[in-house]
């Protein structure tokens, strides 16, 4: 593994596993990843042999920090008891045996959208904010990460929080995918963001909020729109910032 790279990350996703060293003193890929398409029955066995192989593709040290960031909510030393974006047979399973035994040394899982909040924190738009920060993706669904003065707080689902006067889920009303189904106007699909960003804003009163998801680079057309009092900014780090943050998050667990 190159020089630069002080540890290395991987970012599960439903179509692709991306992978690729990390230079954690800029926040920043040290070199291209490679991103190997999920298989179509993804099972824990094919998912963790893909993973291993990209391991070896990059000759990363034994000694190197080594994050996942994975599609579901994980909980250190307890089975997975939800997926939706793999195959079923990853219920009942610990995400991190199964990952560190395939690849033969310690693996660090996190939820993916917690490792894209994380990465934003330390490295992209949230760099330096104290308080709390929520961090949320818009794409087939709404990923969330709640972090509190540079701590994480894991595992949050506020893409499903309840939306009042019988709209239901959020995700379902508000992700960008249901902009693209229903054809929406940027204009329209704001103001149904207001209503989603001004509900987390009246119960967690955050500092900041940070949106990502691919649709964050067209930010300028929807969030001046997003009539809340919060602070509201695009993410920095779009589709490197799952790589990136299981990487950081994975030196703050096996480095002591």
Known sequence: MIATAQAFGVDIGGS??????????????????????????????????????????????????????????????????FMANLDQSWIGVDVTEVFSEACGRPVTVVNDADAAGLAEQRFGAAKGQDGLVIATTLGTGIGTALIYNGVLIPNTELGHIELPKGKGDAEKWAASSVKDNEGLSYKQWAKRLTKYYGLLEKYFNPD????????????DKFLPLIDINAEIVPAKLRNEAGIIGAAYYATTKQLH
Do not use: N
């Open 16 to 81: 692709g596993i991306k992978a690729a060293p990390v230079d954690l003193e800029h926040g920043e890929f040290a070199e291209p990843r490679l991103k190997i398409l999920t298989p179509k029955v993804s099972t824990p066995q094919s998912v963790a042999a893909i993973v291993k192989q990209q391991l070896e593709h990059f000759e990363v040290g034994e000694d190197t920090p080594m994050g996942v960031a994975f599609p579901a909510p994980i909980k250190p030393g307890q089975k997975l008891d």
């Open 208 to 219: 900041l909020f940070v949106v990502g998801g691919g649709v964050s680079r067209a930010s």
